[in-house]
């Protein structure tokens, strides 16, 4: 509705969503957060920490990375990208983790909405709390060695799991990282 | 609204998109399609095919894989995946593949939308089309030698273009398919 995008129509305004329109695009957007995060938590042992928790919109479980809104807690608005994923990670998972740099980041559905994600490798992990979530989650936390991961989401799927497809792009990054250390 | 899942309400509903609460979560489902399919393009030279094409929702340029929706056209509702992966890849690419192999599949956002993507690895191509697109796409096609695909999207990236994280699902699976190539 502002001035310098004068056809954005707003079609629906949920609590969570809105629905908005440009041009012939019917699209959404996530209310009140100001960016999206998502973790690559590896243990000092070589294991990725992996989540699975039932997932509403999907109707089934899913294995995940940690992740989480940025900015939607009240009163904390400003919050930076970095502290929301050392918050998620920490309800997530239970880990604090000696070391975040920003791994890579992009969007995930771009003809349908406008969120994009920043993912943090998290290492030197420690344990301070159990995870599984906050009051409205239901997390199972998985840690996989790096070199079984592959085995373990295809066994998943044969269950009826749902794989995130960023857990691909997560391996995909931590190959990477993994190559260039034996390189230095 | 079906009995065996009553606390399922419509809160609104589009042309495209239904805005849906199951219990407190606020998500979107897709209007009119029965699947999502999206294709990895590698030509006989090894080349990748990426799009670039600007996404209202993101409000900018996107670098992505081939995809579209399966059973969107009227009169085609039980197209079968891989003809509407074939469709896609020859709209938005102009080339048609003589192989077609799944390659991976999974959700995306899973706490948004129901939408889950079946991805085709399309080879043995040859070219009867200048793609770009439907009359509603503008699409430009790049073809980035496979070496080279991460110095493309970081160049990418640095002109200020979002780069879709499947992407990297992709060539994760790319580097899985040549390592194994190799020790066959």
Same mark, same amino acid.
């Given at each position: 509705?502002s001035s310098?995008?004068p056809?954005? #129509?707003?079609l629906? $305004?949920?609590?969570?969503?809105d629905?908005?329109?440009?041009n /012939?695009?019917?699209f959404?957007?996530?209310k009140?957060?100001t960016?999206?995060?998502?973790?690559v938590?590896?243990?000092?042992?070589?294991?990725l920490v992996l989540?699975?928790?039932y997932?509403?919109?999907?109707?089934?479980?899913?294995?995940?990375l940690? $992740? *989480?809104l940025?900015?939607?807690?009240?009163?904390n608005r @400003?919050?930076?990208? #970095? $502290?929301a994923?050392r918050? +998620?990670l !920490?309800?997530?998972t239970?880990? #604090?983790?000696? /070391?975040m740099?920003v791994?890579f980041?992009?969007?995930?559905?771009?003809g349908l909405?406008? +969120?994009t994600?920043?993912?943090?490798?998290a290492?030197?992990?420690y344990?301070? $709390?159990? *995870?599984?979530g906050?009051?409205t989650?239901d997390?199972?936390v !998985?840690?996989?060695?790096?070199?079984?991961?592959?085995?373990?989401?295809?066994?998943?799927?044969r269950k009826g799991?749902?794989?995130d497809?960023?857990?691909? @792009?997560?391996l995909?990054f931590?190959?990477r #990282?993994?190559?260039?250390r034996?390189e230095d």
């Open positions: 509705m310098d995008n056809q954005r #129509e707003v629906w $305004a949920g609590r969570f969503l629905v908005v329109r440009i /012939r695009w019917e959404v957007q996530r009140n957060i960016g999206i995060v998502g973790i938590p590896v243990t000092n042992d070589g294991k989540l699975e928790q997932r509403p919109p999907i109707g089934g479980k899913v294995i995940e940690p $992740a *989480g940025v900015g939607d807690v009240p009163g @400003s919050e930076p990208l #970095e $502290a994923a918050r +998620e !920490h309800e997530e239970g880990y #604090e983790a000696r /070391r740099e791994l980041e992009g969007c995930v559905t771009p909405c406008d +969120e994600i920043s993912f943090f490798l290492t030197d992990l344990k301070t $709390a159990d *995870g599984g906050d009051e989650e997390i199972i !998985h840690e996989v060695p790096l070199g079984a991961v592959m085995d373990f989401l295809a066994e998943q799927q799991f749902f794989i497809l960023k857990v691909y @792009s997560a995909f931590l190959q #990282e993994i190559v260039e034996q």
